[in-house]
Structure formats: structure tokens, C-alpha cells
């Protein structure tokens, strides 16, 4: 079974450029996380979709990013314009679904997409 | 408050000793929570999962929950080189769906 598929998986931009990270969740995985982990801190929830859906956003900085989920497969995260700030890692997880990640924290993270902003 | 808070560390335990790593939660609306280990500049694979409290075991790991003290806990035995990592706690609310909240994680260095 293939994973969590994320691209880029390097990018190094210079402040208020834009960058676009993209991940391919796994077959039938309706719940998609976008997670920010800065060097040294936990991962921090920026988005949640259930299939196509926004179920929480409430962390995403929305003056300078954005997100969508195509069909409830794909999904891109945008930042523009990127702050120094930016620089961490951007995870994307998939779960089933259906409150089973509630319960089990089965959480399937892809290799992550390193943003450096310069 | 954040919701999860976890001693940064780095804790060092020597090779074959118990590690000890303790995560305290606000809501008390959480039901179940979760440990997670990342190795350095890899994603975070989980552990173990606990709802219930008291202890749970699973191999070398038990993960302890105290719900009235907003407690958890994960005791690794035998500690191995390989245990060294990052442990995140996490937590849902089931309120929540599947959201899943991080700690900002422990660090555990193992010594030979």
C-alpha cells in the first residue's frame, strides 16, 4: 500500500515569495491533516479536511495561507507572501475517517515538506 | 494554557534503565491520547494509544492515564540506544472529530 505522498521535499524561498506544497493521501483515507512543526516544537494543526470539507482551520494564518482539497483526494497548501517566520517543516497526515483516529490516533504522515525562508 | 505541555527535555536515561516521560492535558474533554515517536528529521509513527484509565503495556512501553490529574504517562523498560528519539504526546477531544493536538514533544537520549 502506498503512503503519504508529499512534494517538495526541500524549498528554500527568499521573505514574501509564495511556495505551494502538495500531498496525495493514502487510497480511502477521508480525513487529511496539514500540520506546521518549527524546529524544536510539536506539530500544530493548520487544517483539517473530511473528504473535501473544512472541519477545523482555526490555526491556519488565513491572511497569508490557504488550502483546498480537489475531488477530497489531493490537497495543496499555499503561503503567500512567506515571513521569515514560515521556515519549518509541513506535514500532511491522512487518517480513515469516521472517528477511528479519535480513538486510535492512527495518524499516516507523509515524509514532510522542509520550507526555508530567507 | 496549551492544551498538552511536555518537558522539552532532553531527559538521558542510561542503556537497560526505565525512561520515564510524563505529559499533562487542559481539556478535560479529551478522551484519548496518543505517543508518538520522531527521530530526528523523520515523521512522527505512533506508539500507543490509551482511553482508559490506568496502565497499558505493549511490548517493552506502557502508557499510564490518570483522567483526574490530566495525567499520562509512557514508561519505556529496557531502554535501548533506539529508543533515542522525540516522544510527542497527543490528545483528542471527541467533541472534535479527529483532531489530534501535539505536544511539543521530550527528548530522550539513551546512553550507551
Known amino acids: 500500500e502506498a503512503g503519504v505522498a508529499q512534494s517538495p521535499r526541500y524549498k528554500i524561498i527568499e521573505k514574501r515569495q509564495s511556495v505551494a506544497f502538495w500531498c496525495n493521501p493514502i487510497?480511502?483515507?477521508?480525513?487529511l491533516y496539514w500540520y506546521q512543526q518549527i524546529l524544536g516544537q510539536g506539530p500544530k494543526l493548520l487544517i483539517q479536511?473530511?473528504?473535501?470539507?473544512?472541519?477545523?482551520d482555526s490555526q491556519l494564518p488565513k491572511d497569508r495561507f490557504s488550502a483546498e482539497r480537489l475531488k477530497g483526494v489531493d490537497s495543496t497548501l499555499k503561503i503567500q507572501p512567506a515571513k521569515l517566520e514560515d521556515s519549518a517543516v509541513y506535514l500532511c497526515?491522512?487518517?480513515?475517517?469516521?472517528?477511528?483516529?479519535?480513538?486510535?490516533?492512527?495518524?499516516?504522515f507523509g515524509e514532510g515538506s522542509r520550507l526555508t525562508v530567507l | 494554557q496549551k492544551e498538552v505541555e511536555q518537558n522539552s527535555g532532553p531527559l538521558s536515561v542510561p542503556e537497560g534503565a526505565i525512561a520515564s516521560l510524563n505529559c499533562t492535558y487542559s481539556?478535560?474533554?479529551?478522551?484519548?491520547f496518543f505517543w508518538y515517536r520522531q527521530y530526528s528529521g523523520k515523521s512522527p509513527e505512533l506508539i500507543m494509544f490509551?482511553?482508559?484509565?490506568g496502565d497499558k503495556e505493549d511490548g517493552r512501553f506502557t502508557a499510564q492515564l490518570n483522567k483526574a490529574s490530566q495525567y499520562v504517562s509512557l514508561l519505556i523498560r529496557d531502554s535501548q540506544p533506539s529508543d533515542s528519539a522525540t516522544y510527542l504526546c497527543?490528545?483528542?477531544?471527541?467533541?472534535?472529530?479527529?483532531?489530534?493536538?501535539f505536544g511539543k514533544g521530550t527528548r530522550l537520549h539513551i546512553l550507551p
Open positions: 497526515a491522512s487518517s480513515l475517517g469516521g472517528g477511528l483516529a479519535a480513538v486510535t490516533g492512527e495518524l499516516f
Open positions: 487510497s480511502g483515507h477521508a480525513t
Open positions: 479536511f473530511q473528504n473535501n470539507g473544512v472541519v477545523d
Open positions: 481539556d478535560r474533554g479529551s478522551q484519548s
Open positions: 490509551i482511553y482508559s484509565n
Open positions: 497527543a490528545v483528542n477531544n471527541m467533541n472534535r472529530d479527529d483532531k489530534i493536538i
